[in-house]
């Protein structure tokens, strides 16, 4: 009988078979506030679109992510700012207030996408960027526009 294979056994016991095996607890999970500065304002806009920034020095377009962009008016002194994060990281790759001195445009050849300028905060101090922004679709641009220029002047 010294001969019989262990995994035999294994595979004859059925599986439904409780073994008394417990399991303790490694990590308790604790939830955590996650404070993202958004607190005190309400999204006016929200849509998802793919964020370029023009790079002056190779006098070309980047990639800045992909996620959503949002417009965000304060709860209580009324400015608006738009912020995009990225989608699976939510890294902040635009911030910046909507000023009355901005205008949006379409940019040339593409009708799913608009450019302006602003003076960004994204990487943590301000910073002169022209942004485009590229859509699913026409009408997704034209809303966000519209509501830009609604908030800017």
Known sequence: MA???????????PEDEDIGAQVATIVRLQEVAVVTGE?????????????YRFDKE?????????????????LVNGKVRLVMRQSKTFKICANHFVLE?????????????CVWHAADYADGEFK??????????VENCRTFMEMFQEVAG
């Open 3 to 13: 001969d019989e294979d262990p995994r035999e056994e294994q595979e004859a016991a």
């Open 101 to 113: 001195t901005m205008t949006v445009q379409e940019h040339e050849g593409n009708d799913k996408s």
């Open 39 to 51: 607190e005190d304002e309400e999204a006016i806009l929200d849509q998802n679109s793919k964020l």
């Open 128 to 137: 002169d960027e022209i942004f485009c922004l590229r859509f699913s679709s």
């Open 58 to 74: 190779e006098n070309r377009w980047k990639e800045r992510g992909v996620g959503t962009v949002r417009l965000l008016r304060h």
